[in-house]
């Protein structure tokens, strides 16, 4: 079975840091596409950052771009987020989604057909 297992949601501050995880299993990590989507309160689901795992290529929505950074370790099939700076915009529920194939485009599209269970981000001002 494919699971996506996220983790690292908290309450933090502004100007806080978190470092969110999302452990692979069920699909070939190295050829895969990885990435995390965000869902606030009364609004769609956006995504955040993804990225390619074998080439590294990635992409971040432009209102994270500079304060988050998406990594890979690839021993251990997991995904980071490192979100730095956090705003209180940033609180939203975080989703790690992922594509087997790499289709880095797709998945920023939001077409996966495997995601994960939340993490809640909790930003206070």
């Known amino acids: 079975d494919v699971q996506l297992q996220a983790s690292g949601g908290g309450l933090v501050q502004a100007g806080g840091s978190l470092r969110l995880s999302c452990v692979v299993s069920?699909?070939?990590?190295?050829?895969?596409?990885i990435g995390w989507f965000r869902q606030a309160p009364g609004k769609e689901r956006e995504a955040v950052a993804c990225?390619?795992?074998?080439?590294?290529?990635?992409l971040y929505a432009d209102s994270v771009q500079g304060r988050f950074t998406i990594s890979s370790d690839k021993a251990k099939k997991t995904v980071y987020l490192q979100m730095d700076s956090l705003k209180p915009e940033d609180t939203a529920v975080y989703y790690c989604?992922?594509?087997?194939?790499?289709?880095?485009?797709?998945?920023?599209?939001?077409?996966?057909?495997?995601w994960g269970k939340g993490t809640l981000v909790t930003v206070s001002s």
């Open positions: 989604t992922g594509n087997p194939r790499g289709w880095l485009v797709h998945l920023w599209q939001g077409r996966s057909d495997y």
């Open positions: 990225m390619g795992i074998r080439g590294g290529s990635t």
């Open positions: 069920g699909f070939t990590f190295d050829g895969a596409a």
